[in-house]
């Protein structure tokens, strides 16, 4: 079973050594080996775990909720319901991040299609006419 050092896993997950070592300080990582001098040694499933900590955190998730449900998964089925309906809670957070999101990108659009029609014209005048006006906000 090939293992990886704490400075391979930051490399491939593009995390810092800081970073894992302050998550393993949090308790999130007490599946982690250490060799006899304290070397943290990772396997795949160390690396697949970290990847759900920053699928997580990319939700908003706070460390001390992440720490939980990693309490639950070591407590067994007992806490398999906890865990879905964790999920299903972060599953509705991004899907709300992605609904505004996309109405961010639709500002954007409008606005790169403004000042790109206003540059092939060489002038914003071209939209004068617009019910936006010329303002800071175009």
Known sequence: MKTYT???VAEELNLTVYTLRYYD???LMPFV?????GTRRFKESDIA???VIECLKSTGMPIKEIKNFF???SEGDSTLQQ????FLDRKAIVEAQIEELKKTLEVIDHKCSY???AL???TEDIHKNDKIGVSITN
């Open 33 to 37: 080996e250490r060799t006899s001098n």
């Open 6 to 8: 704490i400075s391979e």
């Open 49 to 51: 775990a970290l990847k």
């Open 120 to 122: 092939d014209a060489g």
């Open 25 to 27: 300080k949090e308790g």
């Open 71 to 73: 309490d639950w998964c």
């Open 115 to 117: 000042y790109k029609t």
């Open 83 to 86: 865990r879905y309906d964790m």
